[in-house]
């Protein structure tokens, strides 16, 4: 093999030089995102305990393109490999075609020498047009303007009444150092969604790995008292708000329109040109509430490689299967969901 030839590696954590590189080709290309950069690797091993196999592909020591995986298995949800877990966002970034076929010829000899169910790719752009696809989910993503009346005035009038009603209210946003504050808020509500939450050490995890580029802004009312809190992502000029929990009275207070009314002005003020609110599943509340910000919806393209089922799976909840967990989740104490949940939400990736 000479020096000119394309070859497919794994990335070590212990390699520090291969890690920068690795952070370095992510930050330039233009396809990659923010659950494509290395710190994903250690989160998932550490915290959760996923085989990663973090691949790419270079020639005469430059990287030519990355594929960032992680195994999934459980006696419940079954065994998947999946680019990437937790991630909204996934699969092959490359420079050219030959690096990217590489890549996922890696990907598709590893799903078979680990005897995955599935291989997953949670794809922005429609990679393979014959392969099973989840159609359920967009995005929303939409410019940041250049001062905070524009942005303001971009927002459709009924929305920005509501920023509005929020800012009357005598809210304020503060910028917390740990996840404390978040996880009180976001564990309760999650609950009282039926969903189990992630374990604390998990966030706490985020803002250790990925220091500035992660941030928890928590919303407090006129007394100092948290009703609102989020956790974002920073990605070259892009904010991603990816987790949040709100109070029971975070609505008659419009604390939610405030919260993202505020990271959209903080963001502006550090320099970001696009506000990227994130997935939704078409039909939702969240869908919706984005739609009323004036953001319009661009579906994902989740891909499958199916090996040892017939069908997509379905662990979502819109899956009737899941109406009577939810049902009896909503029900459990704070304490008892708060310990009953990790084991479970690490295997639903």
């Known amino acids: 093999m000479n020096g000119t030839e394309l ?36 989160i998932l091993h550490e915290v959760f305990r996923h085989p990663t196999f973090f691949l790419y592909a270079e020639r005469a ?5 990355v594929l960032p995986l992680a195994q999934v298995k459980s006696r419940l949800f079954g065994n998947a490999l999946v680019a990437l877990p937790f991630a909204v966002y996934g699969g092959v970034v490359a420079s050219n075609a030959a690096a990217a076929a590489a890549l996922e010829a890696e990907a598709e000899q590893l799903a078979l020498a680990l005897g995955v169910a599935h291989l997953e790719y949670r794809n ?3 990679r393979h047009a014959d392969w099973p696809r989840q159609d359920i989910y967009v995005t929303f993503r939409k410019e940041i303007l250049g001062d905070d009346e524009a942005n303001l005035l971009a927002i459709p009038r009924k929305q920005r009444a509501m920023v509005r009603k929020s800012i009357k209210n005598g809210l304020r946003a ?35 790995e990925f220091g500035r580029d992660c941030e928890v802004m928590t919303v407090v009312d006129v007394a100092g008292v948290p009703v609102s809190s989020v956790l974002s992502f920073y990605f070259r000029a892009e904010v991603l708000p990816y987790y949040a929990g709100d109070a029971p009275r975070a609505r008659e207070l419009a604390a939610n329109d405030f919260k993202y009314w505020e990271l959209m002005r903080r963001a502006c003020a550090r320099g970001c040109k696009l506000f990227d609110y994130g997935r939704s599943k078409v039909g939702s509340g969240a869908h919706a509430f984005k739609r ?12 499958y490689r199916l090996y040892k089922r017939a069908a997509i799976p379905q662990h979502n909840p819109n899956n009737p299967k ?8 909503r029900r459990l104490p704070l304490w008892a969901a708060n310990r009953l ?9």
């Open 7 to 42: 070859r497919v590696r794994r990335l070590e954590g212990a390699d520090a030089e291969a890690v920068a590189r690795w952070e370095a080709y992510v930050a330039g290309a233009p396809a990659a995102t923010f659950f494509h950069r290395a710190g994903w690797r250690a």
């Open 61 to 65: 020591g430059s990287i030519e393109g």
């Open 124 to 126: 922005v752009a429609a």
């Open 174 to 208: 503060e910028i917390d150092a740990d996840a404390g504050r978040f996880f009180a808020l976001y564990a309760d509500n999650v609950r009282r969604h039926g969903t189990p939450a992630l374990p604390r050490r998990y966030f706490d995890a985020l803002l250790h």
């Open 292 to 303: 009323n910000w004036g953001f319009e919806p661009t579906p994902l393209h989740y891909e």
């Open 322 to 329: 899941y109406r009577l967990l939810i049902a009896a989740w």
């Open 341 to 349: 949940g990790p084991p479970i939400v690490r295997n639903l990736g």
